[in-house]
């Protein structure tokens, strides 16, 4: 089964672009955690993260596997970051990037850059709470302005994307007010939001009015070209009211776009695994991926991929790395993803509940039918 | 310990009957899943749930292990229902089916046309939300006459059952207020809900009010009776809300039963598993299963049980398929809880954990003595 | 790697005193569960911890493994009391207890009380509630007395800890407003809580203010002595309200803590494994165990660890037993953990995604290092 899924090509349908400026130890330290302050004495490489990355990584640049973390970085400051990028990107066997370009986007590559770097297909995906903040910015005139400039751009982004994204969960949670809201009321709250704004007391968007008006419009965009919308979901950054982050708090929404036809993508989805596998079972519409916490669970990933898979429709699950900034997270989310793929369905296999034949069908559907059927790649 | 357990005897303690009519392709699939709607280009049968029913239920049919999908619904089609009735239901090694008698049930066997079809012993548990909505369609004058029509029909089916069950997780969710209702409030919420249904803004009985009368009223006649009131928590239909189906949510109502000798059977508690052995240990009345997450996990069944059995008492956890419609369903419980249990307890034995004379009684226990011990069969 | 970490000496991070009272077979079986009344015609033995017990501690009283429970209550009850804590308690390879000293402290031995018995060094956790309600029996004027009184004596009590512990958890859920209050509120919610101990309407110490009043003073104090904050979380009593012990939902007061620099270390953790490991993996300052769910869980302990090991940062996890009244609790508390985490880390090395020293800085790590790190002993 291993070498079977090893030979996968593979859609990750969500993932960010890399850094590219050389990285010492402490900035890729930061970029191993989505907490943002170090302990002292302690280091990120001492975690499940740091043991696949050592393992997995070091023979990708020359070191054995299992190399001293102060190696690791030195050896990797020693190339150029397009050819770390080149090497790590490259060869995990992923044929197409869709990418969330709403998220520190100055900081890392772009699609086109991505592509520049890795020869591989990337395509954008919107982030819609991004393009609210970009419209702010250009300093509109009232609310009203703000909901039009919004409407125009997040229509002419949505053209060129294969989906739109929202992470709805980390601004409001999902303990919101799930119907559209009216122009008036939206306005209003865009009145106010500039304000705050201006004022200093805001800094970014996370009133549910404005975010409400921007989910039904990025609903009604999905349902036009006919792409998923993805929700992040479950575990993040330190900011997150992890309990309103149970995908289930969503059902009134996503019920609303099973009704419009729009493909609903729940993201990473942990702690919430059995949660977002119930909604992908009752839901025709509910597609999910355990993306990052592949990664960050490292030497576990297969037990958490094997939670996600107790109860998902083999042609509900997604591959994802979310990968952001380490090149490393790239090649990671695939490695990491493939093994523990071919440790469930081997442990399936063996005790005679599907057939080899049944199972590399199982593992086509997730390594990237499932999402070629739904994105537009 | 495979064919230890194989030889036991289930007592499964909450199931449905099945239905009689010829099932096509479309009406098999649509009763593999508790969505609603189909995928354009998928099946039912690919999921776990499919998986398990080819490999363990196309034997019993004549057809090789991982049937096609095709090839096992053209085989059932060509059988008369009762055949497929009896070699399915029949095989299961089943001694008592407690029948949930309150949903769907024109469609499907009633306890005698089960005991008919299959020549096992059936009995009926009765669903109170069901007699409330009956009486309701009886026209009641009003508030008042619903109550005592409702108090004199469910202390009439009591009578016959052995036990009671309610849904109220499904209607009001457990997040109400947990005390008995006094007369006159009940009287005022049956008013407003017969106008409702007169008028036809509700369909169904989902005022808290009135199924806190109908769960306290049936507290009472489990109490006299002496058996159990069964609880749904958790995974069901699409218009749940997860969240607050959490069974520690029911903690005050639970508690009060304690008080009363109830024993509170806590049906499938996915994902709330843990939550659910947590009250089984700390509750005297509280009894656990896995119901029908386990068909519908199939293939990870056993990482599902291991988890309910990490804290649960063997003396509280109990056996029930949960199956509704296909005989499928409880040939594939059984079958699945036998394979799932011995995995378990083969584990611990291995590990030295526990003896295999002790690993058999907690294998009995499960099977059917606790059954047996609070409910009068 | 099972001999490597039985080699290792533990830290305790998180225990009770045992008590010193002959135990009958009622006695013995009461202590073994946290619910408070037993089932007819079944007994606690018969439950995951009741068969870890015979399996484990049987031999250390002369019996063999896996003994019968009337034969393991007789010969226990042929030792004397100290005998029994002496044989247990002391074969642990535990080197250090720190002991929660607020729970019923008349019923157990006292930090010296158990070094005196046992050979180990033992020193005191103060339990935050405990004090205040101690400073409220000894009859203060008015809530202002309260306050200055329950301020005087922490401050007194936590010269000779080596952390505080909070069971906010218990008394008011983690659902509460997480600023500190002023003075003038907590001298008003003080002269009322004296009225209702006064008059009987309260018995124990549940008022939000207060015990934000204590949490926030607490957290002085840590940061002055630079010592752990300990938070109970989920798993307990039946009269916790499970869903708002969610250790997530008290994410603004550990933030707070973090800027303090005050380590938070997560009790118990079940059944909010993935919640408590998010913590540890997003805040600098966040510490986990699984504690009292290693015993109660038994032979699936393994399991439970490679959950809450699935996230967690290996510097960031402690070992705890608590242990509380029973010596079988510390003895099995040690050997489940040793058992179990030899049981994920062999796993892990099997499998190549670390290696043995590796796994080996990993167990000293947790079984000893981190909590050497964050406590002064």
């Known amino acids: 089964m291993q070498s079977y899924i090893d030979s996968l090509s593979l859609i990750d349908h969500h993932c960010h672009g890399v850094v590219t400026r050389p990285l010492d130890r402490p900035a890729f330290e930061a970029l191993m955690s989505e907490g943002h302050k170090p302990v002292a004495g302690c280091t990120q490489f001492d975690k499940p993260l740091g043991a696949v990355l050592l393992r997995w990584c070091a023979p990708v640049l020359g070191l054995p596997p299992h190399a001293e973390p102060e190696d690791y970085v030195a050896t990797r400051l020693k190339l150029a970051p397009d050819e770390v990028t080149r090497r790590l990107v490259g060869s995990t066997g992923v044929s197409n ?16 850059g991505m592509t520049h770097a890795t020869g591989l297909d990337a395509r954008e995906v919107v982030r819609i709470e991004a393009i609210m903040e970009e419209v702010a ?20 982004r949505a053209k060129g994307a294969v989906g739109l994204k929202s992470i709805v969960a980390y601004r409001t949670t999902f303990d919101i007010d799930q119907t559209p809201p009216g122009v008036a009321e939206v306005d209003r709250a865009g009145d106010a939001w500039l304000k705050a704004l201006a004022d200093g ?73 059995r949660e977002a596998a119930f909604l992908a079972e009752v839901f025709a519409n ?24 107790e109860l998902t429709p083999f042609y509900k699950q997604l591959y994802s790395s979310d990968a952001f900034g380490l090149a490393e997270l790239h090649f990671l989310g695939a490695r ?36 070629r059927r739904i994105y537009p790649v």
């Open 137 to 156: 910015r250009l300093g509109p005139a009232d609310g009203a302005a703000l909901r039009k400039g919004f409407d125009a751009r997040l229509e002419e």
């Open 336 to 371: 990491v993803f493939r093994n523990a793929l071919a440790s469930v369905l081997h442990d399936w296999i063996t005790r005679g509940e599907i057939t080899v034949k049944k199972a590399e069908s199982i593992a086509r559907a997730i390594a990237s039918e499932n999402a």
């Open 97 to 112: 990037l869709l990418i969330d370009t709403g998220h520190r986007s100055d900081a890392i590559l772009t699609p086109e």
């Open 201 to 273: 007391s805001s800094r970014r968007l996370e009133d549910p009015v404005l975010i409400r008006h921007a989910l039904f419009r990025a609903g009604e965009l999905c349902r036009t070209h006919r792409y998923p919308l993805q929700l992040h979901v479950g575990f993040g950054d330190a900011d997150i009211l992890m309990p309103k982050c149970d995908p289930t708090v969503f059902t009134p929404f996503i019920a609303q776009m099973e009704k419009w036809d729009v493909p609903i993508t729940l993201l990473h989805c942990y702690p919430f695994l």
């Open 286 to 309: 509910v597609y999910v991926d355990i993306g990052v916490i592949q990664n960050f669970t490292g030497p576990s990933a297969p037990r958490v991929l094997a939670e996600i898979m």
